[in-house]
């Protein structure tokens, strides 16, 4: 009260001043109340970063590049991006069975050692008629199952009729599996009519039980829609309570009792009977626990809210304006480091849904560091109805659906709602290298985690570590997808100066090219090197692609980069000791380098975001047909040298 009266006497005395105000003058009380207001509303409310006014925080101040599939961000160092699913129209024995394209919304389990993914599938559109939920697994996460159907498309009972406005029944799901605590495993999806599968529109949510052996109990309905007539006797599948396994009974009502995971269903069914215990949700939820013990609900469209009660209530969802999305799908975990990371597109614009980037956060409260996790945007090669560009709806591994070995982050998406995509993120989460890099990978597992490098591996251009048959250790960089390449990626020390050495070896070379770019950390590429089907290297110099030399399809050549960002930029490259090119120019000027690029294909800038998005178009030309292998190997790739 004391600080109150010595700021409103404070106050009182600068109206004086200014306007010469006598001290027992009518108007001193209103103008000294006026200003007291407008101070009032300047300053910042009492601890409202990390409080139901704003639950989180990113201050990084970087932002994204929207001109650039990478978007101008430095790179989570490590990661792995694996395709574990390709669609394909003409040959469904190459794809999903079927041969439908739309693939979207997967979830992401690890249960009985081994990783379970499921994902939506329609023909060709998003929420058109036929729709399905198949499922794949993997041991490694690197090798997985065919796509096996779990949730069929709906079929009514007979003589149940379709209603009046809908064009058939669809699936959709912000919820894919459930550990129990009995230990019992549960996948789960929501059937409903098209277009709008939603609340009145909706039909019910089904269960079914995954054993250990692979097998799959039946289907049953474990919740109709609130807003909907549908029951036990006009619907397709039984109620879960009537099956005779009472650990099955005991896991699904584990699971209705949870009201936290539960909230993941609002969207599509908002309990019109009471059934949840807070009505305001916004669409697709996760979450994650601070070490306060508050829980942290995050939404699409940057809203976020906090819970004291483990989810039974949140505050009112607010939009958190610092983290820049649309309506694609925000995801927050914590990390086994004890730390915070949350991923999302940050782009304000659905049909362009790239860069996949991820913050971190020490506290769950303030956020930092924008990073890479998904810079590669390939071409859409279906049309499809609100198929978005880049990836999609990346989820992780909710809290109590598992944990696989090591400290690795994993998550799941959809790449321009047509392909089915995993990846592992390192943790701690980094982006800075502080030594050199001597990478011969002798002492790395055949088959394994390739460590420090950020790798791009679809199905038909896959990467991996193999040995040679002389017992050298290598990466090996495989090519047979027209449209599409595999990358690896090694982050070093950011410097003014580098010597850069590494070996390469052609295998066999058909449809691509190889590419080697020296790059900084916006992903700008002064030095590009080309080993071209023509058989010939060829080299920047300035903005011309200088051929250098013939190399021959079997042979290991030594490469060495001297590169140094000083008077515009210059750099000498080294063939097996012979020098090739001498301070010729880069291709552009750059303050710094951090990075060395190996791809099986030419640099890509499309789609970008001038690319219509629902302009329709014929499936791209051989699509679906693989091509003649291309095949790389990198080996002893050594980096020193820098100066800053």
Same mark, same amino acid.
């Given at each position: 009260?004391?600080?109150?009266?010595?700021?409103?006497?404070?106050?009182?005395?600068?109206?004086?001043?200014?306007?010469?105000?006598?001290?027992?003058?009518?108007?001193?009380?209103?103008?000294?109340?006026?200003?007291?207001?407008?101070?009032?509303?300047?300053?910042?409310?009492?601890?409202?970063?990390?409080?139901?006014?704003e639950?989180?925080?990113?201050?990084?101040?970087?932002?994204i590049?929207p001109?650039?599939? #990478?978007?101008?961000?430095?790179?989570?160092?490590?990661?792995?991006?694996?395709?574990?699913?390709?669609?394909?129209?003409?040959?469904?024995?190459?794809?999903?069975?079927?041969?439908w394209?739309y693939?979207?919304?997967?979830?992401?389990?690890?249960?009985?050692?081994q990783?379970?993914?499921?994902?939506? @599938?329609?023909?060709?559109?998003?929420?058109?008629?036929?729709?399905q939920?198949?499922?794949?697994?993997?041991?490694?996460?690197?090798?997985?199952?065919?796509?096996?159907?779990?949730?069929?498309?709906?079929?009514?009972?007979?003589?149940?009729?379709?209603?009046?406005?809908?064009?058939?029944?669809?699936?959709?799901?912000?919820?894919?599996?459930y550990?129990?605590?009995?230990?019992?495993?549960?996948?789960?999806?929501?059937?409903?009519?098209?277009?709008?599968?939603?609340?009145?529109n909706?039909?019910?949510?089904?269960?079914?039980?995954?054993?250990?052996?692979?097998?799959?109990?039946?289907?049953?309905?474990?919740?109709y829609?609130?807003e909907?007539?549908?029951?036990?006797?006009?619907?397709?599948?039984?109620f879960?309570?009537?099956?005779?396994?009472?650990?099955?009974?005991?896991?699904?009502?584990?699971?209705?009792?949870?009201?936290?995971?539960?909230l993941?269903?609002?969207?599509?069914d908002?309990?019109?009977?009471?059934?949840y215990?807070?009505?305001?949700?916004?669409?697709?939820?996760?979450?994650?626990?601070?070490?306060?013990?508050?829980?942290?609900?995050?939404?699409?469209?940057?809203?976020?809210?906090?819970?004291?009660?483990?989810?039974?209530?949140?505050?009112?969802?607010?939009?958190?304006?610092?983290?820049?999305?649309?309506?694609?799908?925000?995801?927050?975990?914590?990390? #086994?480091d004890?730390?915070?990371?949350i991923?999302?597109?940050?782009?304000?614009?659905?049909e362009?849904?790239?860069?996949?980037?991820?913050?971190?956060?020490?506290?769950?409260?303030?956020?930092?560091?924008?990073?890479?996790?998904?810079?590669?945007?390939?071409?859409?090669?279906?049309?499809?109805?609100?198929?978005?560009?880049?990836?999609?709806?990346?989820?992780?591994? @909710?809290?109590?659906?598992?944990?696989?070995?090591? #400290?690795?982050?994993?998550?799941?998406?959809?790449?321009?709602?047509?392909?089915?995509?995993?990846?592992?993120?390192?943790?701690?989460?980094?982006?800075?290298?502080?030594?050199?890099?001597?990478?011969?990978?002798?002492?790395?597992?055949?088959?394994?985690?390739?460590?420090?490098?950020?790798?791009?591996?679809?199905?038909?251009?896959?990467?991996?570590?193999?040995?040679?048959k002389?017992?050298?250790?290598?990466?090996?960089?495989?090519?047979?997808?027209?449209?599409?390449?595999?990358?690896?990626?090694?982050?070093?020390?950011?410097?003014?100066?580098?010597?850069?050495?590494?070996?390469?070896?052609?295998?066999?070379?058909?449809?691509?090219?190889?590419?080697?770019?020296?790059?900084d950390?916006?992903?700008?590429?002064?030095?590009?090197?080309?080993?071209?089907?023509?058989?010939?290297?060829?080299?920047?110099?300035g903005? #011309?692609?200088?051929?250098?030399m013939?190399?021959e399809?079997?042979?290991?050549?030594?490469?060495?980069?001297?590169?140094?960002?000083?008077?515009?930029?210059?750099?000498?490259?080294?063939?097996?000791?012979?020098?090739?090119?001498?301070?010729?120019?880069?291709?552009?000027?750059?303050?710094?380098?951090?990075?060395?690029?190996?791809?099986?294909?030419?640099?890509?800038?499309?789609?970008?975001?001038?690319?219509?998005?629902?302009?329709?178009?014929?499936?791209?030309?051989?699509?679906?047909?693989?091509?003649?292998?291309?095949?790389?190997?990198?080996?002893?790739?050594?980096?020193?040298?820098?100066?800053?």
């Amino acid at each position: 009260m004391k600080t109150r009266i010595i700021k409103m006497r404070g106050v009182q005395k600068f109206i004086q001043f200014v306007y010469n105000i006598n001290s027992d003058s009518v108007h001193l009380e209103k103008y000294t109340l006026i200003i007291l207001f407008y101070l009032l509303l300047l300053q910042p409310a009492n601890g409202q970063t990390g409080s139901i006014k704003e639950p989180i925080r990113y201050t990084g101040g970087v932002t994204i590049d929207p001109t650039s599939h #990478e978007a101008g961000l430095r790179y989570a160092i490590g990661v792995q991006n694996i395709q574990t699913m390709r669609a394909n129209r003409t040959h469904p024995e190459l794809g999903d069975g079927y041969g439908w394209t739309y693939s979207h919304a997967s979830n992401l389990a690890y249960w009985n050692g081994q990783f379970f993914q499921q994902y939506l @599938s329609g023909v060709a559109d998003e929420h058109i008629s036929p729709v399905q939920t198949l499922l794949i697994t993997s041991k490694n996460g690197k090798d997985w199952s065919f796509p096996k159907v779990i949730f069929p498309p709906y079929e009514a009972p007979q003589g149940v009729k379709i209603p009046e406005g809908s064009t058939g029944y669809m699936m959709h799901q912000r919820m894919g599996f459930y550990v129990a605590p009995n230990g019992r495993f549960l996948t789960l999806a929501f059937y409903g009519h098209t277009e709008d599968p939603f609340r009145e529109n909706g039909i019910g949510r089904v269960v079914r039980e995954i054993y250990k052996d692979g097998t799959m109990g039946p289907i049953y309905f474990i919740r109709y829609d609130s807003e909907s007539p549908w029951n036990e006797t006009n619907t397709t599948y039984p109620f879960y309570k009537k099956s005779k396994d009472r650990g099955f009974i005991a896991a699904c009502d584990s699971l209705l009792n949870d009201k936290l995971k539960t909230l993941q269903w609002f969207e599509e069914d908002n309990g019109a009977d009471g059934f949840y215990s807070f009505n305001k949700s916004e669409q697709a939820f996760s979450w994650y626990r601070r070490n306060d013990g508050k829980t942290v609900g995050l939404w699409k469209h940057s809203y976020a809210a906090l819970s004291d009660d483990e989810g039974h209530t949140f505050s009112d969802p607010v939009k958190v304006n610092t983290l820049v999305m649309s309506g694609g799908k925000m995801w927050g975990q914590t990390t #086994e480091d004890g730390n915070y990371a949350i991923s999302y597109n940050p782009i304000d614009n659905s049909e362009y849904r790239y860069p996949m980037a991820i913050v971190t956060s020490e506290d769950g409260i303030i956020y930092d560091n924008l990073l890479l996790v998904q810079a590669e945007v390939p071409p859409r090669r279906f049309y499809g109805r609100w198929k978005d560009f880049g990836p999609c709806y990346m989820r992780g591994i @909710s809290q109590g659906n598992g944990n696989p070995p090591g #400290e690795d982050m994993w998550m799941t998406y959809s790449m321009n709602k047509e392909d089915i995509w995993i990846c592992r993120i390192p943790v701690p989460i980094k982006y800075k290298v502080t030594e050199d890099v001597y990478d011969d990978f002798e002492n790395l597992t055949v088959g394994g985690t390739i460590t420090n490098w950020n790798t791009y591996s679809p199905k038909w251009a896959k990467m991996s570590l193999i040995q040679e048959k002389n017992g050298n250790k290598c990466i090996e960089m495989n090519d047979e997808d027209l449209y599409d390449y595999s990358r690896a990626i090694r982050v070093f020390k950011e410097g003014t100066e580098l010597e850069a050495s590494f070996k390469i070896k052609v295998q066999s070379m058909d449809t691509t090219q190889f590419d080697i770019d020296v790059t900084d950390r916006f992903g700008n590429r002064p030095v590009q090197i080309t080993m071209g089907k023509d058989g010939f290297i060829r080299a920047s110099s300035g903005s #011309e692609m200088k051929p250098l030399m013939k190399f021959e399809v079997g042979k290991w050549y030594n490469f060495k980069i001297e590169v140094n960002t000083a008077n515009l930029g210059s750099y000498s490259l080294f063939v097996d000791d012979t020098m090739v090119l001498e301070n010729t120019p880069t291709v552009m000027t750059v303050k710094s380098i951090e990075r060395l690029s190996f791809r099986t294909g030419a640099f890509r800038a499309l789609p970008n975001r001038d690319t219509p998005n629902e302009d329709f178009h014929p499936p791209l030309t051989d699509a679906d047909e693989k091509h003649n292998l291309s095949s790389y190997l990198i080996d002893d790739v050594f980096i020193s040298s820098i100066k800053k």
